[in-house]
C-alpha cells in the first residue's frame, strides 16, 4: 500500500501510532500534548528552549537501497539530536517535515518513525509532531527542541588561545561506510552500519558542558570543516595532532583495499556526529573526551602544524559531488 | 546569480543578513541566540514551549509565476504563526528547512527570507534558525516556537454542548485567488492578494484564550474539514448558521463571473487561517470574533442542521485535484 492510498489522514494516523509518546507514561516526561492538534507542547523547564533544524535529502543523504527506512529515521533524529547536544543541551522533542512521493510504501513511513522514535528514546526525547506533505521527492525535514537545564549554551565562539581541543565519538566511520557502499562492497559491516545510523555520543554534550566546555560543535560536514567553524567564530587558531587520532583497524584495512588515505575519512568525512569542544587548559577530561590539539592565537586549523591539503576539507550541499 | 553558485554557507550568511533578529535590538526578544551555531536558543518564559511544523512544496502550496518570493516567505511563516496562535500561544520564533534546486536565483532566497521575516515581526517573532540542502524540488519546511504565557493550550478537544462556535479572521479569500489564479486570471487583486497573503487574525487566538475558548484551530484544510476536526477530538456535533457569513461583494461577482457557488470557497476553501473556537455560551465575544454556529451533543459538522454535499470537505495532501 503506498501513501496515496491511505491519504494524509491515514498516514499520519498510522505513523502516529508508532510514536510512543512518553509523556503518556510519566509525569516527568517532557511532551505535555503530542500530535494531533495544531501543534505540540512541550517541557521547557529551563525557560529558555534550543531548537535546530536539519534536512535529509533522498539521494544526497540516503539511499532507498542502502538504508533501511529505520535507519533513515535513526538518521535524521541523530543528526538534529547531536546539534542540541552540541550545545550542551538535553533533547526533549523532535517534529518531522516528512515530504514524500505519492508512492511511497506506507511501511517505509512507519518504519522511518520507528526508527526516529527508537533514536529520540536513546535521548528521553520524543517525536511530539509535524506535517506531511506529498513531494517530487522523499525530503525530510526534522526540527530538534532542547532543555539546558540552568546552563549556558556551549556555542562555537567561545575558544581561547592555551584551550585544549578535545572529541568525542567516532570519525570516519560514516565515510568510510559511504565510500564502500560507493564501491558495490557491502562491508565490513562495522563501517557500512557507521554510515546508516551514527553512533553519537549524546551524554558528552552535557558533560562538556559541565567540565566548563568554552566552544562546540558536532562533526556534521568533516572534522576540519566544523573544527574550522569554532576557529572562525571564536577568531582562534587551532592545531590538531594526527598521533591523538587513532585509526581502528577495521578502516585502515578497508582504506587499504580501496586505495583510500584513511585520513581522509577522519579529517574530512562528516556525518558521523562526533563532538568537539575546547575546554581550559586545566581540565580534567572524564566520560569519551580524548585530547586532540589546542588553541593558539592565530586563525584557521592545521595537523600538526600544516594546513591540510588532501581534498577539500568538508563539505559544501551545493557543490556538485 | 544562483544558490550553486554562492554556495551552501554563502546562502546562509546572505540569508542570514536579512533576518533582523530583534534579540540584537532589545532586552525584550526572545532570541537569546541566533543562526549561525548548532542551534538557536530562544526564551520560553512559561516553562512549556509550543512547536509545530508546516511544508510548503512548490506546484502544490505556491507557484513562483503566481507569488513573488516576498510572498511566499510571508505564507510559510503565516501557515506556522497561524498553528502557535490556535493554540493561544504568542508566537516567539520561527525556523527554516530550505531545499532548493541549484538553479534557484539568489535572490529569490533572499527576497523569501525578507517575507518570513516580516510576517514573523507582525508578532514581534524572529527566524532563528535553519537549514538549506540542495533539492531536486523547492520544499521549505517550516517549524514555529511559542509560548503559552501561563495559559493552558486550547486544544481540539474541548468543546461541549451547548458552546457557541466562533471565528476570527477571512474564509474562502484565498480559495477564490487559486481559483482566479488557475483560470488565467488576475484579478480583483484583493482576493488573488488573499491567496498570495494571508491575513491571519493572530491577536484572535490569545484574545481567545483569554475569553476562555474550550476548543480552537487554525483553518487551513478548508472549514468544515477543520471544525470536523474540532468535532472529532471533542466528541460533538457541530451547526454552522449559514447567515452568519457574510459574502463580500467582490467574492460574490468574482463567483458569479467564474460560475463558482461562492459559499462553496467559504466552507471548503482553505489557507486563509482564520480562527475558529468554542467558547461557553456565556461568553462575551470581542475584538474579531464573531459566532458562526453552535456545539450540539451528537457527531460531524452540518450547515443549518445538513451536511454540506456540495463538495469533498476540505482538502487532503495526498489525493490527486
New interface residues.
Given amino acids: 500500500m503506498t501513501?496515496?492510498q491511505?491519504?494524509?489522514?491515514g498516514?499520519i494516523e498510522r505513523v502516529t501510532r508508532r510514536l510512543a509518546i512518553p509523556a503518556q507514561n510519566g509525569a516527568d516526561a517532557d511532551c505535555?500534548?503530542g500530535p494531533?492538534?495544531?501543534?505540540?507542547?512541550?517541557?521547557?523547564?529551563?525557560?529558555?528552549?534550543?531548537?535546530?533544524?536539519?534536512?535529509?535529502?533522498e539521494?544526497?543523504?540516503f539511499r532507498r537501497d542502502w538504508s533501511t527506512a529505520t535507519d533513515v529515521g535513526h538518521r535524521a533524529a541523530a543528526a538534529n539530536l547531536?546539534?542540541?547536544a552540541?550545545?550542551g543541551?538535553r533533547p526533549t522533542?523532535l517534529?518531522?517535515?516528512?515530504?514524500t512521493p505519492?508512492d511511497l510504501p506506507v511501511e517505509w513511513a512507519e518504519e522511518f518513525a520507528d526508527g526516529m522514535a527508537a533514536e529520540a528514546a536513546l535521548v528521553g526525547a520524543s517525536v511530539?509532531?509535524?506535517?506531511?506533505?506529498?513531494?517530487?521527492?522523499l525530503?525530510i525535514?526534522v526540527?530538534?527542541?532542547?532543555d539546558?537545564q540552568r546552563r549556558e549554551?556551549v556555542?562555537?565562539?567561545g575558544a581561547r588561545p592555551g584551550d585544549i581541543v578535545a572529541m568525542a565519538g567516532r570519525l570516519g566511520w560514516a565515510a568510510a561506510g559511504y565510500t564502500i557502499l560507493s564501491r558495490g562492497f557491502r562491508s565490513p559491516g562495522a563501517l557500512v552500519n557507521a554510515f546508516r545510523r551514527p553512533e553519537v555520543p549524546y551524554a558528552a554534550g552535557i558533560l562538556a558542558a559541565e567540565l566548563g566546555a568554552t566552544a562546540?560543535?558536532?562533526v556534521s560536514d568533516g572534522m576540519l570543516a566544523d573544527v574550522g567553524h569554532i576557529a572562525a567564530?571564536s577568531g582562534v587558531h587551532i592545531d590538531l595532532r594526527r598521533a591523538n587520532f587513532t585509526l581502528p583497524r577495521q578502516m585502515a584495512d578497508s582504506a587499504n583495499a580501496l586505495g583510500v588515505d584513511p585520513y581522509e575519512w577522519i579529517f574530512t568525512g562528516g556525518e558521523d556526529h562526533a563532538l568537539v569542544a575546547t575546554f581550559p587548559p586545566d581540565v580534567m577530561l572524564g566520560g569519551e573526551w580524548a585530547e586532540i590539539g589546542v588553541v593558539r592565537a592565530g586563525e584557521g586549523v592545521t595537523v600538526d602544524g600544516t594546513r591540510w591539503t588532501r581534498s577539500a576539507a568538508g563539505w559544501?550541499?551545493?557543490?556538485?559531488e
Fill in positions: 501513501v496515496a491511505t491519504g494524509e489522514f498516514l505535555l500534548l494531533g492538534d495544531d501543534a505540540a507542547v512541550v517541557r521547557a523547564p529551563d525557560g529558555r528552549v534550543v531548537a535546530c533544524t536539519d534536512v535529509l535529502v539521494g544526497r543523504h547531536a546539534d542540541i552540541a550545545m543541551a522533542a517534529l518531522i517535515g516528512f515530504c505519492r511530539v509532531g509535524g506535517d506531511t506533505v506529498a513531494s517530487p521527492s525530503t525535514a526540527t530538534a527542541l532542547g539546558l549554551p556555542t562555537r565562539a562546540m560543535i558536532d567564530a559544501d550541499h551545493f557543490r556538485q
